[in-house]
Every structure is written in C-alpha cells, then in structure tokens.
C-alpha cells in the first residue's frame, strides 16, 4: 500500500490554491465544483475541496518536507507567507516550522533526512 493523495477543505478556494502554489505544489486539476489537486515532486497528491466551513483545530497537520526548512521559510516570508514558528529543531531530530492555511489548516514545513523513516528509535515490524 501507498499513500496516494490526502484531501483538505478550505472556505476560500482561490486564496488556498494560491498559497499551496506559492508553497510550492504544482497544480494539475482544477475541477467544478472547487476542487484543485497539486502534485509534489515525488508524485504525491494533495487536494482541497470547497467546504462551508472547515475546523481550524481538528488536530489533524500536513506536512511537507523540504530539502532546507531555514531556506525555503526565509523565501515564503519574503512572498508574504505569515508563520506561526520559525524552524525550530525537534528532539524527535526534524527542523520544523509551522503556519496555517487560508482555512486554518495547521502545515509544517520540515527537514528530517534520514531521521524521517529511519529514526533512532524505529521499530521493525514482526518478521522482518
């Protein structure tokens, strides 16, 4: 199994495909009634659909890894992207910085490395 897309609502479609775009995703659908889908450079998937409201806290986060979390934060500042903390570096070893989209969504942008699949504290699963 693989992860393929995960889908998001958002209030104010246009604001939100354009800071998904300004993060960096490169959107190939744009279907009625408002829903956009964005491709990473992986090849993962990530869509928002137009909803009355959406939950600012739900608990639920996106993240997105970068290769320099520091870089890529100093560029969106620089386009107007408001974060709600600097990179901070995690004592679960990734450098995460953390903002919210147009509908609230939380979002972080981080770097792990290898830390990401392969922490220090990794469990195999039985029989491997």
Same mark, same amino acid.
């Given at each position: 199994?693989?992860?393929? #897309?995960?889908?998001v609502?958002c209030?104010?479609?246009?604001?939100s495909?354009?800071?998904?775009?300004?993060?960096g995703? &490169? #959107?190939?659908?744009?279907? =009625?009634?408002r829903?956009?889908?964005?491709e990473t450079e992986?090849?993962t998937?990530?869509s928002?659909? #137009?909803?009355?409201?959406?939950?600012?806290d739900? @608990?639920t986060v996106?993240?997105? +890894?970068? =290769?320099?979390?520091?870089?890529?934060?100093?560029?969106l500042?620089?386009?107007g992207?408001r974060?709600d903390?600097? =990179?901070?570096?995690e004592r679960?070893?990734? &450098?995460?910085?953390?903002? &919210?989209?147009?509908? @609230?969504n #939380?979002v972080?942008?981080?770097?792990? @490395? +290898?830390? !990401?699949?392969f922490?220090?504290w !990794?469990? +195999?699963p039985? @029989? +491997?």
């Amino acid at each position: 199994m693989d992860l393929n #897309q995960i889908t998001v609502p958002c209030i104010d479609y246009d604001a939100s495909v354009q800071f998904y775009k300004t993060l960096g995703l &490169r #959107q190939i659908v744009d279907s =009625p009634p408002r829903n956009a889908r964005f491709e990473t450079e992986s090849g993962t998937t990530f869509s928002l659909h #137009q909803a009355a409201d959406a939950t600012a806290d739900s @608990g639920t986060v996106i993240y997105f +890894e970068v =290769p320099n979390v520091d870089a890529r934060v100093d560029e969106l500042k620089a386009d107007g992207i408001r974060f709600d903390s600097d =990179p901070t570096s995690e004592r679960w070893l990734w &450098r995460e910085a953390r903002l &919210r989209d147009p509908a @609230g969504n #939380q979002v972080c942008l981080y770097t792990a @490395g +290898e830390n !990401r699949r392969f922490p220090p504290w !990794r469990i +195999e699963p039985a @029989g +491997e």
